[in-house]
């Protein structure tokens, strides 16, 4: 080749490796990771193989609290070990709270959370209570401006909720109702908040043939189907469906592929007390009459703006069972 052409290649090349080293999204990982624990959901575990694996994001950090789960001994082992599935070792995680009495106080997240702010702009998927990050904004509210956005799984519209299955059955966003305090610090403190609600996915499911997938893939992709297989039959017994929605994965789908994301920007946001239309869960016996609900509507008087994702493209969820088959 004439040294010409060579040195014009090396320069296109250079360029190309950079644009993509500064393309990637630069996030930190706040999760409830339940997965390998029985009858608790895996959405998690697979969110979290799903951030760890993909070229889109730069992992600032890893931080897990209460939610799906308390036991975050169990939590921190679980993690260690997905980290070196995905051959991740390297990447520390920090424990933060146990409970939601914790709100506002400093843990080993929140110490690490704010680091992480420190050093430059930063997105934060939550994907559990967001009791870790309410907290690091209570502790340390000069470095919110670093905060760009944090995207999350809860939220509706005010006008009118869309539920799963053939009897549209209304979800409770657990992860607003176990820190309501928390969530109420982050929309009163104006945090760009992306929502990512059960509206979007309510049709997406690890089905039977996406779980065939799995099986026919890698051993990371079998392990997981293997991880999986309990949650899926939790859910062909309540709510009664071929599978399961694996919530936080679309978190993470929605740094990774935003274009698969339909979303309304500039939208306000608050928390609305509404009447209580959510099914019973085997945590929730007893439903109150209303609940407060984290509503998205251009009618809101007040709240803080952010965004409000209402659709993904139909074959998002087989992208990732086809990445996951592969890993
Ligand atoms: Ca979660």
Redesign the pocket.
Known sequence: MNKNISLKLLLFFSILVSFTVHSKERVWLD????MGKKLA?V??GL?LISALTSNEIEIAGLSFGF??INDLQFMERETIKILHKVGRSELPSYRGAEDKYQLGRSTDATEAIASALRKGPLKILA??RMTNIASTIILHPELKANIQEVVV?FGRRLEYEVGVGAKNMIMPDT?VDGDKDATKVLIDQKIPLTLIPTELMHDQLMNKQRMNVLRNGTPIARWMRRESLIWKFVWRIYPGMDGFIP??VFVIGYLTDPDDFSCLSNIPIAIQNLPNNTIRTLRIRKRSKTKDFVVASPHLQNGSIGKYCYDVTDDHLDKWVFRWSNL
Request: cysteine-free; hydrophobic content about 30%; aromatic content about 12%.
């Open positions: 999760y409830d990771l339940a959901d959405d998690d969110a939610g799906n994907l559990g799984n992860n919530w936080d």
